[in-house]
């Protein structure tokens, strides 16, 4: 494995951006849903901020913030829920269009989001489900975390380490520029691998090592920019891993018109 970069918190980078969260909810007014959405169960006590440090994850190009977001009893409680709530996409969103051919995605997702945002990768493009509220207690958190309002956000059911995700860049035309994304991960820890851009293939121009993580259960993982410009990422098999994992990528969408299908590589 190769080496990286972990920075001690300064007070300039997400804790600031936290203080600096314009209108922020109170951690109190978190877990309430919104309004007009369902509102007939038992409401889940708040549960505090945890004060896991921010870990700051950095080389060349790339800029990534990782904490633990929440505890392992509220973690617990997310991830049950989202696994009761949660509806995946069926049929062809099932696929991936890739050289001319469809393939099965190697795990279940889906999209929820603002109406009227889409978005495609991998030749398919993806509507999103009006937000649910176990959703927006994340969203919710996230600002809390981190100042940034999500717009958008995929999720990426994994049943065991035989599903995985292949290498690449969230760098897709929705993206509003130079966002960051900040992807939640609940279930079982799996392994989060970076690779440079120019170091990929079998003549890279640059030898910079892959930068490896563990993603682990009730954590955020922020991936600022360029990190999704320079960087590649992928979830790959881990066939040790029995147990499922729900990752969710929080991003900021812009309205695009329709435009032909991506040519992007397989995920
Ligand atoms: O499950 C993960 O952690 C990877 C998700 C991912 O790479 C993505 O949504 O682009």
Not at 19 to 34: C, I, L, N, Y
Not at 105 to 114: F, L, M, N, S
Not at 132 to 142: G, Q
């Amino acid at each position: 494995m190769d080496k990286f970069i972990i920075r001690k918190p300064s007070k300039t980078t997400a804790e600031k951006r936290k203080r600096k969260a314009d209108g922020a909810p109170k951690v109190e007014d978190a877990d309430s849903p919104e309004e007009g959405q369902g509102t007939q169960e038992k409401k889940p006590r708040p549960a505090p901020a945890t004060d896991a440090p921010w870990k700051q994850i950095r080389a060349e190009g790339l800029n990534c913030d990782y904490k633990i977001l929440f505890g392992k009893a509220e973690a617990d409680r997310l991830f049950q829920e989202l696994e009761k709530e949660v509806e995946y996409f069926d049929g062809q969103l099932t696929k991936l269009h890739i050289f001319g051919k469809w393939h099965n995605i190697p795990r279940k997702q889906v999209t929820y989001g603002d109406p009227g945002l889409t978005y495609t990768y991998s030749g398919v493009t993806f509507s999103p489900k009006p937000w649910i509220p176990v959703l927006d207690r994340i969203r919710d958190r996230l600002r809390l975390a981190t100042g940034h309002t999500f717009n958008f956000v995929l999720i990426n059911r994994y049943k065991d380490g035989r599903d995985h995700m292949g290498e690449h860049r969230d760098d897709e035309k929705e993206l509003a520029p130079r966002s960051p994304i900040a992807s939640v991960s609940f279930g079982a820890p799996r392994d989060f691998v970076f690779r440079h851009g120019a170091s990929r293939g079998r003549n890279p121009s640059r030898r910079l090592g892959p930068v490896k993580l563990l993603l682990e259960h009730g954590s955020l993982l922020l991936m600022n920019f360029p990190t999704n410009r320079d960087w590649y990422h992928s979830l790959p098999t881990r066939r040790k891993v029995l147990a499922p994992r729900i990752n969710l990528t929080f991003r900021k969408v812009v309205a695009l018109q329709a435009s032909p299908s991506g040519t992007d590589a397989p995920r």
